[in-house]
């Protein structure tokens, strides 16, 4: 898997939330992004929070990839 295009869609992904969230707007990513990215990030993820990029993971809200995702990255899936 290309390193870089992990980071660039897991970033779009979950900045994307982050705009989203902040303008009561849904959240743009589907069930298959998000669970590509669930997979394929979850070491990164935990990578980059040890360095103090993410904060600590949240309980998810619900079973959806979309939900496991943003809790995992330490966002609460409110508007998704």
């Not at 394929?40 to 979309?66: D, H, K, W």
Request: net charge negative; proline share 6%.
């Amino acid at each position: 898997m290309d390193a870089v295009l992990l980071m660039r869609a897991g970033d779009v992904a979950l900045h994307a939330w982050d705009v989203a969230s902040a303008a009561g707007q849904p959240w743009p990513v589907d069930e298959d992004l998000a669970g590509w990215l669930l997979e394929a990030a979850a070491p990164v993820i935990e990578e980059l929070r040890q360095l103090g990029f993410f904060a600590a993971p949240l309980p998810a809200a619900g079973g959806s990839n979309r939900e496991r995702l943003l809790a995992l990255a330490g966002r609460r899936s409110t508007a998704s």
